[in-house]
């Protein structure tokens, strides 16, 4: 198995705080995503880096951060909680060379805020 | 912003018989990945598709990225029960290394 570790793995939180989501890797691989997991809406990218600093806006980056200070970590930061955030967080990571490879994914964070 | 449509939602066969799913974009991709989800679990890679008109398989899977390289399709044949899950198509573009998926295929298997 790919060396990912999603932490926390389960959180409820209140509605209004901030909250941090954190993927860690043990691959060295250049590239992370952070995607959110809803009934009826698939994987939908929230975030993504393409290495250390440089990240990159997705689908629904609409009151979410990110941080990558380090090739291992990749932060995703709800800024103030809001109900609709409340879902299955995957995050992914990957290296694309010669116009090949794979994402390889964490076991997810559920987040609830009430 | 980049859509994938995959289709169908979802899917109840029976045990034995052969699936298809498939998604299109209007968006041009470089690689079409196929994954499987189980309950709980976080998406595995099934098969990966690099060139356009590729078809590939993997036991009893078989994928093809479309010429026009805006469509992928995912074959089952002879389903059985663990074949049940989520299945998703994702598209990936070279340039930055964009990864988006499908909405999913929901797949229930009846013995």
């Known amino acids: 198995d790919a060396g990912i570790t999603q932490s926390p793995r389960h959180k409820v939180t209140e509605t209004g705080t901030p909250v941090t989501l954190r993927c860690h890797q043990t691959e060295n691989h250049r590239y992370m995503y952070w995607y959110r997991q809803d009934p009826g809406h698939g994987l939908r990218l929230i975030h993504y880096s393409y290495g250390v600093k440089d990240t990159d806006k997705g689908e629904v980056s609409d009151g979410y951060s990110v941080s990558r200070s380090k090739t291992e970590d990749f932060l995703l930061t709800l800024e103030s909680a809001t109900s609709s955030q409340t879902s299955v967080y995957f995050c992914?990571?990957?290296?694309?060379?010669?116009?090949?490879?794979?994402?390889?994914f964490g076991q997810g964070t559920r987040l609830t805020v009430v | 912003g980049q859509q994938l449509n995959q289709s169908p939602q979802s899917m109840f066969i029976q045990e034995g018989e052969d699936v298809s799913m498939n998604c299109t974009s209007s968006?041009?991709?470089?690689?079409w990945l196929w994954y499987k989800q189980d309950p709980g679990e976080g998406p595995v890679l099934l098969i990966a598709l690099y060139k356009a008109g590729e078809l590939t398989s993997n036991g009893r899977l078989t994928a093809q990225f479309g010429i026009t390289r805006k469509d992928s399709f995912l074959n089952i044949s002879a389903s059985i029960p663990s074949d049940v899950g989520i299945y998703f198509c994702a598209g990936h573009y070279n340039q930055g290394g964009k990864l988006i998926f499908g909405q999913g295929t929901e797949l229930s298997v009846k013995p």
């Open positions: 968006s041009i991709f470089n690689t």
């Open positions: 992914a990571i990957s290296e694309w060379m010669h116009g090949t490879g794979e994402a390889f």
